[in-house]
């Protein structure tokens, strides 16, 4: 029956946030001013700017509490795998070197996002957006970060723009909390890198999988292809419905961070969202007999799961799937009378560590000097089976997506491939900025996927016999490396600051050093962790855990 009365409602209706903690940041630049029988609240520009360098200096340094309780949860669980426990270990104690403020949690620290809900009553002359980006900038040219946005110059050539900038920044109108005496200006920040903003999908699908057996089986394939490029344990969210594509992909990026966690947990006619807790904890078990765990075998794919249900157009069943991945980068902030606040992330991550030793994490580490020449390295690789945890010592060869498209154009055009590809392993990653000090900035692996197309070329041309990155791989990469007698290793996806610090020791300019982290760099490792994942008999740990299981369903 079509209603015939008016009736509002919001579509994503948040209930009061009771369990979020602020720190003052300022009081300066905010002030209340009476006029017209109202209440307004005058915030400065600086004060804009000073929220967003505080924002982005917190989130690339520090996580919340509950992200941090979470891995040591797994350290204490009995039915983790030893690879899960050992690799939660390694993101506790990144956490702990990135708490120090000198080194980011992660290399890729990632785009700035900024969206921003001001009620009526919040005065700031308008021109907000610059005022963050100013403390964006402010940031990424202050602190140990990664410049990662390229500016198209014309439709085919591109530059860094050095800057970090532009930022995401939107920013909208709301009703205060408190009504129209209490105006507040509220914020999430985020920075988003590569590996999880890739992992974001969007599927168009029908009503024929709004049906327990069909939702079951799709995300049963779907979530194992999302593999472990963007750094699992995630934070994962599933979005069904939505009036729009671009909509539901907003709330799953949301839902990720868990900014929508107050939403109701049942749905009415008016058509607002809700969460699932009931499904979200069915899909949560799902992923935990994937088999992939946190990246190398075990069952802690995801820390946890949310589950929205949207309203949809009646031709339309949009399905949005995002993650939120080891460098859980985000936190709340808000503007009101008594000053900028910001949300309290975790100080002092040290305090979940436990006094474990390596041999309680996992099996033996097979321990791999890299000053051999290629052809001892690979014998020795070739005697262990897939899933081996190594240790690495010696040089290896960093480079990524530029470089090896550049180094594939020499190929194209009858030279020769680099002697420095032939002779050592081949590490895709880019570093951020050097502390003072320090051999290296923050320098995790990245999704090693994004080469794929090279390697079959490379390796026939004797060079990229032995890769270190992370994720999964194509099957070409099997292949080739089943052809050639090649092995993809596997590194932590997001200990970055602890690689730093521990693990790498010098650091020197190859080729390209005009591309700044995109260069070709030649770095010395110790005790640098790392699994296999591919060998040269073809066979791929993923592979099996790739595979759907039919006979399921929710209840």
Request: proline share 5%.
């Amino acid at each position: 029956m079509p209603s015939t009365t008016f009736q509002h409602t919001e579509v994503l209706p948040l209930g009061k946030d009771a369990t979020t903690e602020y720190r003052l940041v300022t009081a300066d630049g905010v002030e209340v001013v009476e006029a017209a029988g109202r209440t307004f609240l005058r915030v400065e520009p600086a004060a804009l700017t000073t929220l967003a360098r505080t924002a982005v200096t917190d989130i690339q340094h520090l996580l919340r509490t509950s992200h941090l309780a979470q891995l040591r949860a797994i350290v204490d669980d009995p039915e983790a795998s030893g690879n899960d426990r050992f690799v939660a270990m390694d993101l506790l104690r990144n956490a702990a070197i990135s708490a120090g403020g000198v080194l980011p949690m992660c290399q890729d620290t990632g785009t700035a996002i900024v969206i921003g809900k001001r009620s009526e009553g919040v005065l700031t002359g308008g021109d907000d957006e610059r005022a963050l980006s100013r403390g964006i900038f402010d940031a990424y040219q202050e602190l140990n970060l990664r410049y990662s946005q390229m500016a198209p110059l014309n439709f085919w050539e591109e530059r860094n723009t050095g800057s970090n900038l532009p930022a995401q920044i939107e920013l909208y109108h709301r009703d205060s909390p408190g009504g129209a005496s209490e105006p507040t200006y509220e914020f999430l920040f985020m920075a988003k890198g590569g590996g999880s903003a890739n992992k974001t999908f969007l599927f168009q699908e029908t009503k024929a999988v709004l049906n327990p057996k069909r939702l079951a089986r799709f995300l049963d394939e779907k979530l194992r292809g999302l593999g472990t490029a963007a750094c699992p344990p995630y934070h994962l969210a599933i979005v069904v419905g939505g009036m729009s594509a671009e909509f539901t992909l907003k709330v799953a990026k949301l839902a990720s961070a868990r900014y929508l966690d107050t939403l109701p947990q049942a749905g009415s006619e008016l058509g607002h969202a809700f969460r699932d807790p009931d499904l979200e904890q069915q899909v949560l078990e799902m992923t935990r007999q994937f088999g992939i765990g946190a990246q190398f075998g075990g069952k802690y794919f995801c820390h946890d799961v949310r589950v929205i249900r949207l309203p949809r157009h009646g031709a339309s069943c949009p399905v949005g799937i995002a993650v939120s991945c080891s460098a859980d980068r985000q936190a709340k902030a808000k503007i009101t009378a008594d000053g900028v606040f910001i949300e309290q992330l975790e100080r002092d991550p040290a305090r979940f560590l436990p006094e474990v030793t390596g041999e309680d994490l996992s099996d033996e580490v097979v321990p791999v000097d890299l000053n051999r020449p290629m052809a001892e390295i690979r014998a020795q690789l070739s005697q262990l089976p897939v899933k081996t945890r190594l240790s690495l010592s010696g040089p290896l060869v960093v480079a990524r997506d530029i470089a090896h498209a550049k180094i594939a154009e020499r190929l194209d055009a009858g030279e020769q491939l680099p002697q420095y590809l032939r002779d050592h392993p081949v590490y895709y990653a880019g570093p951020a900025k050097t502390p003072e000090g320090y051999a290296s900035g923050s320098f995790g692996p990245t999704t090693a996927g994004r080469m794929d197309s090279y390697v079959e070329q490379f390796q026939a041309a004797g060079g990229s016999l032995v890769m270190l990155a992370k994720g999964n791989r194509s099957k070409q990469v099997t292949a080739a490396c089943q052809a050639h007698g090649g092995f993809y290793l596997g590194s932590i996806g997001g200990p970055a600051a602890r690689l730093a610090q521990d693990c790498i020791k010098q650091v020197d300019v190859l080729e390209y050093a005009e591309l700044g982290m995109e260069a070709v760099w030649r770095i010395e490792v110790e005790d640098f962790p790392a699994f296999i994942v591919i060998d040269d008999k073809g066979n791929d740990f993923f592979a099996t855990t790739g595979e759907p299981v039919l006979q399921i369903s929710f209840h």
